[in-house]
C-alpha cells in the first residue's frame, strides 16, 4: 500500500544512453513533482503537473522530458544521459489548494558510468 | 523567490545531548508555510512538521519542538535528548501560501549521534 512509488530504485547505464523513470501515487492527488538530490544532499525540484498540465518546470536541459499520462502517474525520461544526471531523483505528490505535505517516492539512484 | 539558509552543515552530538538546528528563510510571500523534513541514511524524505506565517506558537511534539520567529525569518528545531535513530539530513522548506506548492529546500543540516 506505498504511497508513492518509485521505479526503478537504483538505475545504472552508461552516457549517451536513453532511461525513463516511473512515478505512481496512490493517494488520489492532484499534483506531482519531481525533485533532484546531488551528491552534496542539494534537492531542487524540477517539474511539477497538476491535472496532466505541467505547472512548475525550472531550468532543466531539453534532454530531460516528464510525462503524465493521468493524474495518479508522473514519468520522467531523460535522452542522452551526460555524467551530471547522476543524482537521486525524488518523485512527489500533494492535492492542491490543502495544506497537506508533499508525500515523497524513496527515489531512483541514477549512475552514469 | 525563497532562499533558505540551513548554516549548520553538520553537528554531532552524542546521545542525549539536546541539540538545536538553525533555518533563515527569505521570502517575499507575505503569507507561507515552513516545512521540515527528515531524511534519514535510508535515504527517503520524512515529513516533520508544516507551519504557517500566521502561527508564531512554539510546537511541542515529543522529544522535537520547533520555534518560529517571523521577526527574524527562522524556523529552528530542537531535539531534545537525542537519540542514534535521529542521525539523518534534516532540511527546512519554505513554501507559499497560495499557488503551485513549490517547495525550495535549504541545504540541509546532517546530525550524527553517537552512541
Known amino acids: 500500500d506505498t504511497a508513492v512509488s518509485q521505479t526503478p530504485k537504483y538505475l545504472v547505464t552508461q552516457m549517451g544512453n536513453d532511461k525513463s523513470i516511473k512515478c505512481e501515487q496512490n493517494?488520489?492527488?492532484?499534483?506531482m513533482y519531481w525533485y533532484k538530490q546531488d551528491s552534496k544532499k542539494f534537492l531542487k525540484i524540477m517539474f511539477s503537473?497538476?491535472?496532466?498540465?505541467?505547472?512548475i518546470n525550472e531550468t532543466v536541459p531539453n534532454r530531460f522530458s516528464p510525462k503524465s499520462p493521468d493524474k495518479a502517474h508522473l514519468n520522467l525520461h531523460i535522452n542522452s544521459l551526460e555524467l551530471g544526471d547522476s543524482a537521486v531523483y525524488f518523485c512527489?505528490?500533494?492535492?492542491?489548494?490543502?495544506?497537506?505535505?508533499?508525500?515523497f517516492g524513496d527515489g531512483t539512484r541514477l549512475s552514469i558510468l | 523567490a525563497q532562499k533558505v539558509t540551513q548554516a549548520q552543515t553538520e553537528i554531532s552530538v552524542v546521545e542525549k545531548e539536546d541539540v538545536t538546528l538553525d533555518c533563515v528563510y527569505e521570502?517575499?510571500?507575505?503569507?507561507?508555510?515552513l516545512f521540515w523534513y527528515k531524511q534519514p541514511p535510508s535515504g527517503e524524505l520524512v515529513f516533520l512538521i508544516r507551519?504557517?506565517?500566521?502561527?508564531?506558537q512554539n510546537e511541542i511534539s515529543g522529544r522535537y519542538s520547533w520555534n518560529f520567529q517571523k521577526s527574524t525569518s527562522s524556523f529552528n528545531f530542537t531535539i531534545t535528548a537525542s537519540q542514534v535513530v535521529d542521525s539523518a539530513v534534516y532540511f527546512c522548506?519554505?513554501?507559499?501560501?497560495?499557488?503551485?506548492?513549490?517547495?525550495?529546500f535549504g541545504t540541509g543540516t546532517r546530525l550524527l549521534v553517537s552512541p
Open positions: 512527489a505528490s500533494s492535492q492542491a489548494g490543502t495544506v497537506q505535505p508533499q508525500h
Open positions: 493517494l488520489g492527488h492532484d499534483t
Open positions: 503537473y497538476n491535472n496532466k498540465e505541467l505547472i
Open positions: 521570502t517575499r510571500d507575505t503569507t507561507y508555510y
Open positions: 507551519r504557517n506565517s500566521f502561527d508564531e
Open positions: 522548506a519554505p513554501r507559499p501560501y497560495t499557488g503551485f506548492q513549490k517547495l525550495v
